[in-house]
């Protein structure tokens, strides 16, 4: 351990919090690879005692954390108010930076949440990757506004974004909630066909029009039969006063929500709310079944797939799982049922209103226990199609990657590809980007995006050659097999030029190739006429995927920038606006065109009135 590490140890806080090892190189605060070397991230319930431990002598040390003490050689940390936010935090960091000695959840692109949005005017329905939610001080979930019931709601994930966006169609068919975007405005097809109450036609008030999704979240939740008693009040109060419309309509939703339930297998007719966590294990990769009963009802099963296990315990699996996974949901159950006894009982997790804590339980016999079994089963068939459709689209990658190496006559595979592309307009906030391909599939964690410094006019070419030649400053970076640049013939010729470059080509047989949008000719050096391939070609398809790649990297921090610039230059001028009044602005109003078309009594609400006054005279 070296003297600077052994410092910051001693004058670690016996608080709640987050540690971040740092292996050899750059803090995570700033300067070059800034997230690069972050290794491993844990939380503590004090923060000094539980980085302590890891550099006293113990038996118990598995192997991989004797390699991950051996590398750390920084330390970062954030406090945080208590366990169950540290817990959070853990979380969403760990998804961030994927350590390279954490377990890790696999954020499938697929899994999305259904949003309701409580926030807007009139309540909408979303579809979101990740659910933003907030823990304040006080163990409770921050609300954007105080307006009663306008919490965002969240549920998921789903498995696939079509079985998500199945649910929801089932849902605008039963309670028929408007999805279209303008239907405060004019009505649309489905209103005709009997599929939603289109405010605009019906003239339903907002309050009423609310009262649906308080409907819809129980739907989610699995409290069917709640709604079941509610609806059969209302349909009976409606039918004696003469309302004989709405109570055929209120009929029509029993019988639809009694059609979709009777499908959900009875687990038990207790009415108890659990989950059962299950696990199969092979090789570096554990999958994960997770069956949802509420209500005595299995209501959903899942499976997800965690990687950097190899060397880790069931137990240990299981609880990072649970970290993770309900650190992001609002669906806490009171018991989480598991295959093997944890280190703690019981585990206190966030939904979207309040701290809950989730008992543990490890039964050895019984229904739950003939779950387990069954989710076990599950787990294990699942991993094992992950495992076959892994074989053989590394099969597929490898065949390309040779066909590469022939095309390009290199000594061999090009096994780590680098693709760079730049992003700007008129060369304001011009960004570059670099994405890498490892064994011909994306390596997040190696991605890295660069602020042009040097150039100021709108040179792609110049940007693009001060990209790669700031890059290849960093020699403990590992090096690439091959360098794709998206463009053409001149920005092939200037990256060639830049000495580093010529000597990597030299020295170590690298490959430096650029692909044209238009046309999708790939430009080599010293080589005047392209390699023409056929639109069908797998390498072609293959070059094409990670340069769209370096470029989709390059757009969205360049669109990042310009967003912080140009909302700089409305609202930063203004005195006494700080960051967290802007955002407040920016979330509730959307943009500084909406800032400009509130009210001040609006703009007072989130400002306050001296902030509002000045906000409104100089916008």
């Not at 943009?591 to 609006?602: D, P, W, Y």
């Amino acid at each position: 351990m070296n003297t600077l590490l052994s410092k910051k140890i001693k004058i670690l806080p016996q608080k709640p919090g987050i540690y971040l090892f740092l292996a050899k190189g750059q803090s995570t605060s700033g300067g070059k690879g800034k997230t690069g070397n972050i290794i491993y991230i844990g939380k503590a319930k004090n923060l000094k005692k539980r980085v302590s431990s890891y550099f006293q002598k113990s038996k118990n040390v598995t192997a991989d954390k004797l390699v991950m003490i051996s590398k750390i050689a920084g330390l970062e940390y954030i406090i945080t108010d208590n366990e169950a936010e540290a817990l959070l935090l853990e979380a969403n960091l760990i998804k961030k930076h994927q350590p390279q000695f954490n377990i890790i959840l696999k954020d499938d692109k697929n899994f999305l949440y259904i949003k309701l949005n409580l926030e807007q005017e009139w309540a909408r329905v979303e579809f979101v990757r990740r659910p933003q939610i907030v823990v304040n001080k006080n163990n409770k979930i921050n609300k954007v506004n105080k307006i009663v019931n306008r919490v965002n709601k969240y549920f998921g994930p789903y498995a696939s974004a079509d079985s998500a966006r199945r649910t929801v169609k089932l849902l605008s068919r039963i309670f028929k909630f408007c999805t279209c975007k303008n239907f405060t405005k004019k009505s649309c097809l489905k209103f005709h066909l009997g599929w939603c109450v289109c405010p605009a036609e019906t003239k339903i008030s907002n309050s009423d029009y609310r009262k649906i999704f308080v409907h819809v979240a129980k739907f989610l939740k699995g409290q069917t039969n709640e709604i079941l008693r509610e609806l059969k009040i209302e349909m009976k109060k409606s039918s004696n006063q003469k309302k004989y419309e709405k109570a055929a309509h209120l009929r029509d939703q029993i019988q639809a929500i009694k059609k979709v339930t009777a499908k959900q297998k009875v687990i038990t007719l207790k009415n108890e709310n659990y989950d059962i966590v299950s696990l199969a294990r092979k090789d570096d990769l554990t999958c994960v079944n997770l069956f949802i009963v509420r209500h005595g009802k299995l209501i959903n099963k899942l499976n997800f797939i965690l990687e950097h296990t190899k060397n880790s315990k069931d137990a240990e699996i299981i609880e990072s799982f649970i970290s993770q996974y309900y650190a992001n949901s609002n669906d806490i159950p009171k018991e989480i049922v598991v295959p093997k006894k944890l280190s703690i009982i019981n585990y206190q997790l966030f939904d979207q209103e309040k701290c809950k804590k989730s008992t543990i339980s490890t039964p050895s016999r019984g229904k739950k226990y003939q779950l387990i079994t069954l989710g076990t089963q599950n787990a294990q068939d699942y991993l094992k199609q992950q495992l076959n459709n892994q074989t053989i689209e590394q099969s597929n990658n490898e065949k390309v990657l040779t066909e590469l190496k022939k095309l390009l006559r290199l000594p061999k595979p090009p096994r780590r590809i680098e693709a760079y592309d730049i992003s700007n307009i008129q060369g304001t906030d011009a960004t570059g980007s670099l994405a890498v391909f490892t064994n011909g599939q994306p390596d997040k964690s190696e991605y890295r995006k660069f602020k042009i410094r040097t150039v100021k006019s709108a040179s792609d070419v110049a940007m693009m050659a001060e990209v790669v030649s700031r890059r290849l400053q960093n020699k403990d970076w590992p090096k690439p097999d091959l360098i794709l640049l998206d463009g053409g013939k001149p920005q092939l010729n200037a990256v060639s030029k830049i000495n580093t470059v010529k000597l990597l080509i030299i020295n170590y047989q690298l490959s430096i190739i650029s692909l044209a949008k238009k046309e999708e000719h790939i430009f080599l050096p010293n080589r005047s006429q392209p390699i023409v391939l056929p639109k069908s070609s797998s390498v072609l398809q293959l070059l094409q995927r990670i340069r769209d790649e370096a470029h989709r990297f390059a757009r969205s921090y360049y669109l990042k920038r310009h967003q912080k610039t140009s909302v700089h230059s409305a609202l930063d001028d203004i005195p006494g606006i700080g960051p967290k009044t802007k955002k407040g602005l920016l979330q509730k109003f959307g943009s500084v065109g909406g800032i400009k078309k509130a009210t001040l009594a609006e703009i007072t609400k989130v400002a306050g009135k001296k902030r509002a006054d000045a906000i409104q005279e100089l916008l």
